[in-house]
């Protein structure tokens, strides 16, 4: 399985969990909430849904209103399919939530993951955040010391495109360092001793870590800053 199937397995997934769609609502879902997913297909997510319906993860359930597929029957069309997220699939979306490894750091599998850290654990969004931007500082070390070799050999224009890709990544290392700051911060105040349980820190779906006040200027995470 590609790296990008598996992002889109695994968005498909998280957003079946909320509620059971058919895929013209999943397509559109995709396209809307997960900009990384902006210029795929039916002809990529119906396989993609095949896939899953064969692991056992979802299952293909007809349209629940009758009259929906007594119009297509009358118009010649097929009714279209519910898919649903099975008890399997559930579990294995919880077990893809939990990992944390160097590939949920890079930028469109980064952008999947962000967009479900309200069903991830505190503990898993931090370590998923400090990875990309342990990720992002390596990138613009490189990129800094690539435009010092080079800056001389370079015309106006290509210098300030080097600049621009500079600047995006800064950018998102400060909304990274919010980000970090805001979770520490919730979950210290959690684990003091008028918080109640400290079970209360693990529950997914916690945004209490999000900070009050967002910078206008932060980046889009669906972007890719490789530039």
């Not at 997934?13 to 058919?22: D, K």
């Not at 654990?121 to 070799?149: Q, T």
């Not at 919730?186 to 209360?200: C, E, I, L, V």
Request: aromatic letters at 8%; a negative charge.
């Amino acid at each position: 399985m590609s790296r990008r199937s598996g992002i889109l397995e695994f968005a498909v997934l998280g957003l079946l969990r909320e509620a059971p769609m058919h895929g013209y609502e999943l397509r559109k879902r995709l396209n809307t909430s997960l900009g990384i997913f902006r210029a795929f297909s039916y002809g990529t997510l119906y396989p993609c849904l095949k896939t899953l319906v064969a692991n056992g993860w979802l299952i293909e359930e007809p349209g629940s209103a009758p009259e929906d597929a007594l119009a297509a029957s009358l118009a010649g069309r097929r009714a279209k399919i519910v898919y649903r997220l099975t008890a399997e699939g559930k579990e294995h979306f919880e077990e893809l939530l939990s990992h944390t490894g160097p590939d949920t750091w890079e930028d469109e599998h980064f952008a999947a993951r962000f967009a479900f850290f309200g069903q991830t654990e505190r503990e898993v969004r931090m370590r998923v955040l400090e990875g990309r931007r342990s990720r992002l500082e390596e990138r613009l070390e490189k990129m800094r010391a690539s435009l010092a070799r080079t800056r001389e050999r370079l015309d106006d224009y290509t210098l300030e495109l080097q600049r621009h890709g500079m600047e995006s990544v800064e950018r998102e290392v400060r909304w990274l360092n919010e980000l970090i700051e805001s979770e520490r911060a919730g979950r210290d105040q959690r684990s003091g001793p008028a918080t109640g349980s400290a079970q209360q820190d693990h529950t997914s779906g916690e945004t209490g870590g999000l900070p009050r006040h967002r910078d206008s200027t932060r980046p889009d995470p669906s972007e890719d800053t490789a530039n």
